[in-house]
T-cell receptor, first 112, second 117 residues
Framework: DAKTTQPNSMESNEEEPVHLPCNHS???????IHWYRQLPSQGPEYVIHGLTSNVNNRMASLAIAEDRKSSTLILHRATLRDAAVYYCILRSLTGTASKLTFGTGTRLQVTL | GAVVSQHPSRVICKSGTSVKIECRSLDFQATTMFWYRQFPKQSLMLMAT?????????EQGVEKDKFLINHASLTLSTLTVTSAHPEDSSFYIC?????????????FGEGSWLTVV
């Protein structure tokens, strides 16, 4: 599986936008970019995913570089409830299982 | 999004006994479920892929005779930790693949804390 690189941690003030970067220089043409987040003592929560075009949903936006070697998860207005570990994961839809392999993620701290 | 539920959320068992954790897809059918283990301050580690009606596929280094997986129906997969030891204490998380018009997305359960004493 192609790997992703994320900063270990980031901080943000509440009500401000947050840009969480992810590098995936070895991404293949069949890899989708998925983002999940995990709050303390909970299972991961799906945030967003995309292939080539930027994507928006009620939780966040995903900006994908033209060469697809990096992407950025954008939280438009961070709240204290957004404090979590954010995982950027490449998921290929080839093969039988299309499983998710987690890296170390970015721990986001949100302060007042 | 689709809902995946685990039970129990917390369990304490004695060393040497077996414990079963259930994973259910509540509002959809899941032919494929995944089991993960997470130790404190660490990331999720995939243990196995559970396929309805067939044998599970285990990741390298995971003992299939110790971590028994059964996926007997389209909405239920179970993980049984056999002859549990304190080092098996961990957060166990399942996930299920949900198919919709846009393809498929994987949703996770709430996780189950296992403490072996």
């Amino acid at each position: 599986d192609a790997k992703t690189t994320q900063p270990n941690s980031m901080e943000s003030n509440e009500e401000e936008p947050v840009h969480l970067p992810c590098n995936h220089s070895t991404i293949s043409g069949t890899d989708y970019i998925h983002w999940y987040r995990q709050l303390p003592s909970q299972g991961p929560e799906y945030v967003i995913h995309g292939l080539t075009s930027n994507v928006n949903n009620r939780m966040a936006s995903l900006a994908i570089a033209e060469d697809r070697k990096s992407s950025t998860l954008i939280l438009h207005r961070a709240t204290l409830r957004d404090a979590a570990v954010y995982y950027c994961i490449l998921r290929s839809l080839t093969g039988t299982a299309s499983k998710l392999t987690f890296g170390t993620g970015t721990r986001l701290q949100v302060t007042l | 999004g689709a809902v995946v539920s685990q039970h129990p959320s917390r369990v304490i068992c004695k060393s040497g006994t077996s414990v079963k954790i259930e994973c259910r897809s509540l509002d959809f059918q899941a032919t494929t479920m995944f089991w993960y283990r997470q130790f404190p301050k660490q990331s999720l580690m995939l243990m196995a892929t559970s396929n309805e009606g067939s044998k599970a596929t285990y990741e390298q280094g995971v003992e299939k005779d110790k971590f028994l997986i059964n996926h007997a129906s389209l909405t239920l997969s179970t993980l049984t930790v056999t002859s549990a030891h304190p080092e098996d204490s961990s957060f166990y998380i399942c996930s299920a693949r949900f198919w919709d018009r846009g393809g498929n997305t994987i949703y996770f359960g709430e996780g189950s804390w296992l403490t072996v004493v």
